[in-house]
């Protein structure tokens, strides 16, 4: 942020009424530690000692800039602009479903939206290895992974290995998923429950721990993915 910006954002925040400069500390130096702990990911200590306050002071500070900054999230927010499925942009309506009315019924998962089923596979490293896109929304995964294991060039088990999968799957060579109908999912290990009562509940916990890199993998390429024009 150069001087120019941080002086118009300083001038909103004081005109607004709710950042008001203190006895000892101007409106401008609140933002400032406000930015320093939001941008530079400093913690109460660091901010302290670079601007010579008590970590009290710091804390009260960048709550009040805070406050200030979400109720005018309307002015200094941007508005996000669906992409709607008209977009004739080359550069975003890739990102579109788009299925021709007479097809959109098998298109439509079980939420009742439009989609697209996509089969993917990666590495612990979180790197894709395979994926099949196209799919309609409504095909059983079993059935897109039967394709991805025919077609040519398709999804191949290295020898003597095996992937993890979720419950949608069943036990297959090269394929390994869960005990059903018991524990699986690492929210129901949050709840304070206790661990595994036995060894069909540890096997699922590990396998959901292990299998968990792909949903961290697919949700990663949805926060880079782009969602709206610009």
């Not at 400093?42 to 709550?63: A, E, L």
């Not at 992974?145 to 999804?155: E, F, K, N, T, Y």
């Not at 929210?187 to 299998?211: C, Q």
């Amino acid at each position: 942020m150069d001087r120019n910006a941080f002086g118009r954002l300083c001038y909103m925040l004081q005109e607004s009424g709710w950042v008001k400069g203190a006895k000892n500390v101007t409106a401008p130096e609140q933002v400032a530690m406000f930015l320093s702990i939001l941008s530079h990911h400093k913690n109460n200590c660091v901010v302290k000692h670079d601007f010579i306050r008590s970590g009290r002071t710091v804390s009260k500070h960048f709550h009040s800039v805070l406050h200030a900054v979400c109720k005018l999230h309307a002015v200094l927010l941007a508005k996000p602009t669906p992409i709607t499925e008209d977009c004739l942009n080359p550069r975003w309506k890739s990102f579109k479903v788009l299925v021709p009315l007479h097809e959109k019924g098998r298109y439509r998962t079980r939420k009742g939206q439009v989609a697209v089923n996509v089969l993917g596979v990666c590495n612990p490293d979180m790197q894709f290895i395979y994926v099949l896109s196209g799919w309609e929304g409504s095909a059983a995964d079993s059935r897109v992974l039967r394709d991805a294991i025919h077609r040519d060039g398709g999804l191949r088990v290295p020898s003597g290995n095996y992937y993890l999968w979720n419950n949608g799957y069943a036990n297959a060579e090269g394929f390994l998923t869960l005990y059903k109908g018991v524990r699986y999912h690492l929210r129901e290990w949050d709840r304070g429950t206790g661990g595994p009562r036995n060894k069909e509940e540890l096997f699922n916990l590990k396998h959901s721990s292990a299998r968990n890199v792909i949903e961290r993998t697919f949700g990663l390429l949805k926060r880079k993915r782009p969602q709206y024009l610009p």
